[in-house]
């Protein structure tokens, strides 16, 4: 089992900036992806951004060039600096890592219990 722990959300103006981190503990696996989706009122649960242990990265278009990932895979830890931040962003933002299980022979997801952005006009 993994488990997820996010920290950092909170309220902000139109225009700051706020930063999530997210660190799994468990049983994870060095190869892995990890990343944040995000769930506004009434909407589906979305894409914001992932990272491979790889270092490789994937954006949504709706956040490219205001938000970053990165993560420290010796604290098995994924970060999201939030910068630009608009009305929009609002959401509940959870964390999510992706891996292999060898015993299932598919791909598991695990979950974060959601931190909660609010970008105020």
């Known amino acids: 089992q993994v488990q997820l722990v996010e920290s950092g959300g909170g309220l902000v103006q139109a225009g700051g900036s706020l930063r999530l981190s997210c660190a799994a503990s468990?049983?994870?696996?060095?190869?892995?992806?990890m990343g944040w989706y995000r769930q506004a009122p009434g909407k589906q649960r979305e894409l914001v951004a992932t990272?491979?242990?790889?270092?490789?990265?994937n954006y949504a278009g709706s956040v490219k060039g205001r938000f970053a990932i990165s993560r420290d895979n010796a604290k098995n830890t994924v970060y999201l600096q939030m910068n630009s931040l608009e009305p929009k962003d609002t959401a509940v933002y959870y964390c999510?890592?992706?891996?292999?299980?060898?015993?299932?022979?598919?791909?598991?997801?695990?979950w974060g219990q959601g931190t909660q952005v609010t970008v105020s006009s």
């Open positions: 990272i491979r242990s790889g270092g490789s990265t």
């Open positions: 468990g049983s994870i696996d060095s190869i892995n992806t």
């Open positions: 999510n890592l992706q891996q292999w299980s060898t015993t299932s022979m598919r791909y598991i997801y695990y």
